[in-house]
């Protein structure tokens, strides 16, 4: 027999950590800007920081609304679902952003993410221009990892991803940035 979810212990887990925003369902534009006034409104006491939250998150969500492999239908709509969660602690913010990818996207993901930890931000820059250019020379681009290479630059921190397979063809993708408060 499957072991049954508990939602109580969830919530328990939840707590456990300093969450300010966790979000799991289909991704929309209206979800997104929900989301994003919701966390403007809880980092606005810290409004360098709150700024970059607010960047890294558009970033993460679009990433989802873009390229997640679980997709739900609404009517005749079909959204992208994923999960974002903001916590916090003494000195950071924390995004994490998960969703499920097709496998033969993991390697790619995982060398784009060693190659931007791997730079500096001059570094960075450069191959956001690059990326930008060869996305401007192909018709089947959404971006080319110009979003990832923007959340380095605004939280000028390392990306942490995780990978974990699903099953023979899908993987979750999960992808962590910290931002630094701000003393003010």
């Known amino acids: 027999m499957a072991k049954k979810f508990s939602f109580f212990h969830h919530y328990l887990n ?16 209206v979800i997104i800007h ?7 409104n809880k980092v606005i006491e810290d409004p360098k920081a709150g700024k970059k939250v607010y960047s890294i998150f ?3 969500a679009q990433n989802i609304f873009f390229y997640s492999g679980e997709v739900t239908q609404f ?3 079909a959204y992208r679902i994923g999960s ?16 499920i990818v097709d496998k033969k ?8 993410c060693e190659l931007i930890n791997s730079l500096d931000r001059a570094a960075l820059r450069k191959l956001k ?16 990892g110009i979003g990832l290479i923007q959340v380095a630059l605004t939280s000028a921190q390392p990306i942490s991803v995780e990978f974990r397979d699903i099953d023979d063809q899908t993987s979750f993708f999960a992808l962590s940035v910290n931002i630094v408060k701000q003393k003010q």
């Open 84 to 99: 974002i969660v903001l916590s916090q602690d003494e000195t950071n913010y924390t995004l994490t952003a998960g969703n």
């Open 75 to 77: 009517g005749d709509k």
């Open 129 to 144: 221009f690059e990326a930008r250019d060869d996305n401007d020379k192909s018709e089947n681009s959404k971006g080319a």
């Open 105 to 112: 996207w993991v390697p790619v993901l995982w060398d784009r």
């Open 34 to 40: 929900e989301i994003s006034k919701d966390i403007q």
């Open 58 to 60: 558009m970033e993460l």
């Open 14 to 29: 939840l707590n456990n950590h300093d969450i300010i925003v966790s979000y799991k369902g289909p991704m929309s534009d």
